[in-house]
């Protein structure tokens, strides 16, 4: 046992027995009275036979009692605490700065970290009284992959620890127990000759919620841990609503259509509505509502449509103790401007469809003509969204691997081939029926089309038909061994003037979004906290800035490219411990935004806990359970102790008085 402050003890405990001596050894003053006889008072002639005012002090035991009171009091004013240490105990100060500690259910208004923060400061302040200033220590920051860092080596100036302490920042990273773990076991290691003469050893306090992960992990070997907790009692619920995980997919069958899948966790203790907002690049993009269940996770997925691209955003609207895990953001593709090819049939494709090259120089100004002749499997086809083949087939093995839109001819290497109209067939054909809820044939309207002689579709196995005549299909899909999708119309644009037609543009522009977006970023992008971040930049690129949530701002030097690379390069930016959306400047295109989210359980359950498992040895089944350790005041068991002996010292003066 130790005393937090021994001066006030000292003053407290010397100024109550001075009074209580001079009360003692004062002579008291007493009137002068006539009486008839001193046969009843011969024990108070004792106490007047001392002319002097001052008497000799003599054994008493209520004396004794009495200074006994004025001693436990004085203790208590002390502030006596166990758990302390010895003076050559070296301190570790870990500080848990993980997601959950910045819930705001730490006291007072404070988050958990801000209480962990205050209760570090005072806990060394008191080791340095206690010890009379002789106090070496360190701090150490607990949070992401690799448990954290270290604040402050070991040092002796406790000015140095409270700055320490200080710097430590609010992170979004999840906690790490191992790591930290570990990385005090590194930092209390040292040389057998310095372990003999440390042979108290060292105590590392981890201020925190408790709340990691239920594993087993190995405690280091020099050091006692002890778990400070902060946040509420572990019986008590916590109340948070967080996003646990967020994808979002373009729809297979419908790219223009994003399917936003969020898994959304409640510690509350009763079933909760929340309420979903989706944002685009900021502006609304659609909105949803879910029933959690305590203590589960509940899936919800909302379709939005998303033709471009940008950062999605997922926000839950209701309140809760933290909010970093409230919002997830996620980076959606969208379409650069497409490059469209078209191969008719002519030299150089000189007898291109006008419709067809009208069509390709409205969506794409890079858009060019080639003809069949030039066409070849092995070509620079990377840059290329689309290939519009006007009225030709590419021969075997020439086949780009480019989605496709085939009009007026088969595509054999796919098991696509046009039939002819049989003999004695009628001259016109129409089209009796469409799959109007695919989304190629969204909006499209083929009833006023009469087609001149058309023949028919036979299409492979797995192939859709999209369009049927009387005869048979006249409009399909198919996808091959490479997973390009290819689009086959029995008939061109010259057909029934369908070139002209406002069905031409409508249908060939869902064919450009169905297949160019089902081709790429079918997936958003996203990164955890703790999470190295990454982006490709031009090879000439020299200098990169990194901008986030907090302010943060990072420069990162891009150091010259080795000779014979590409276009572009991979340039690390460093960790991400803020979860938001961050913006480099100097990126390629497309690259220039990043998501960062915090999706972990474990830290949206903000759960806390007055234990840490951890294992001494090899055996998982050598179990320590750390529990909480920080110096205990016991000053009130030194206050019932002197109101104890006050008690006694009553009775004796009872009995006393008796006789």
Aim: charged letters at 20%; a neutral charge.
């Amino acid at each position: 046992m130790t005393l937090l402050q021994p001066w006030a003890a000292a003053a407290a405990g010397g100024a109550g027995l001075a009074v209580l001596t001079l009360l003692y050894i004062l002579k008291l003053r007493r009137r002068s009275l006539r009486v008839g006889s001193t046969m009843l008072w011969e024990q108070a002639l004792a106490e007047v036979e001392v002319n002097s005012p001052w008497r000799k002090l003599r054994f008493d035991w209520l004396f004794v009692l009495q200074a006994l009171a004025i001693a436990a009091l004085a203790v208590a004013i002390g502030r006596p605490a166990v758990g302390i240490g010895s003076a050559r105990q070296r301190v570790v100060v870990v500080i848990d700065a993980s997601a959950s500690m910045a819930a705001t259910d730490g006291g007072e208004g404070r988050t958990r970290l801000e209480e962990a923060k205050r209760q570090a400061a005072e806990m060394i302040e008191n080791l340095r009284r206690a010890r009379g200033g002789a106090l070496e220590a360190a701090v150490v920051s607990l949070a992401g992959p690799g448990g954290g860092r270290v604040v402050r080596g070991f040092t002796r100036e406790s000015a140095g620890v409270l700055e320490g302490i200080d710097e430590i920042r609010q992170t979004d990273e999840p906690g790490d127990l191992a790591g930290a773990l570990e990385l005090i076991g590194t930092l209390t290691a040292g040389s057998d000759e310095a372990a003999e003469e440390d042979a108290e050893g060292t105590v590392a306090y981890i201020f925190s919620d408790g709340g990691f992960e239920p594993s087993l992990v190995a405690a280091p070997a020099r050091a006692t841990v002890d778990l400070v907790r902060t946040g509420p009692d572990p019986s008590a619920p916590a109340r948070n609503a967080g996003i646990t995980a967020l994808s979002a997919r373009r729809d297979d069958a419908d790219p223009a259509t994003v399917r936003v899948v969020a898994r959304l966790l409640s510690t509350f203790p009763a079933a909760r509505d929340v309420a979903l907002r989706l944002l685009l690049d900021g502006s609304p993009a659609g909105s949803s509502a879910a029933t959690l269940t305590p203590g589960a996770e509940t899936a919800v997925i909302v379709p939005i449509g998303v033709r471009t691209g940008g950062v999605l955003t997922v926000r839950i609207m209701n309140d809760d103790v933290l909010l970093s895990d409230n919002a997830a953001h996620v980076v959606i593709d969208g379409p650069r401007e497409p490059s469209v090819v078209v191969v008719a049939p002519g030299p150089q494709g000189r007898d291109a469809d006008p419709l067809v090259v009208n069509f390709a120089q409205s969506v794409s100004a890079a858009s060019r003509t080639v003809g069949v002749e030039s066409l070849s499997a092995k070509g620079p086809w990377s840059s290329v969204d689309l290939i519009v083949f006007d009225r030709v087939e590419p021969r075997a093995g020439t086949l780009p691997p480019v989605a496709s839109v085939s009009l007026g001819a088969g595509l054999a290497t796919n098991g696509v081939t046009v039939v002819p109209a049989p003999a004695g067939a009628g001259t016109t054909e129409r089209i009796v029926s469409w799959k109007r809820d695919h989304p190629l044939m969204r909006d499209v309207v083929l009833d006023t089309l009469v087609l001149k002689r058309p023949g028919t579709l036979s299409l492979p196995s797995g192939g859709v038909a999209l369009a049927e005549g009387t005869r048979g299909p006249l409009v399909g899909l198919v996808e091959g061994n490479d997973g390009v999708g290819r689009v086959v119309c029995a008939f061109g644009a010259e057909q029934g003037g369908w070139g002209a037609d406002l069905s031409f543009v409508v249908f060939m522009g869902n064919a450009m979004d169905y297949l160019t977006l089902r081709g790429r970023a079918k997936t958003g992008r996203q990164v955890s906290t703790g999470g190295e971040l990454s982006v490709r930049a031009p090879v000439t690129a020299t200098e990169l800035v990194l901008t986030g949530p907090d302010a943060i701002e990072r420069r990162i030097v891009v150091p010259p490219a080795e000779a014979g690379s590409g276009p572009l390069r991979t340039v690390a930016l460093g960790r991400a411990d803020r979860s938001g959306v961050y913006t480099v400047v100097g990126a390629a295109e497309g690259e220039d935004r990043i998501a960062v989210n915090v999706v972990s359980a474990t830290e949206s359950r903000v759960a806390t806990a007055d234990a840490l498992p951890l294992r001494r040895g090899g055996s998982a089944a050598d179990v320590v359970v750390a529990r909480t350790g920080r110096p205990r005041e016991v000053w009130d068991w030194f206050v019932l102790g002197g109101l104890a002996v006050l008690g006694v010292e009553w009775l004796v003066y009872a009995v006393l008085a008796r006789k």
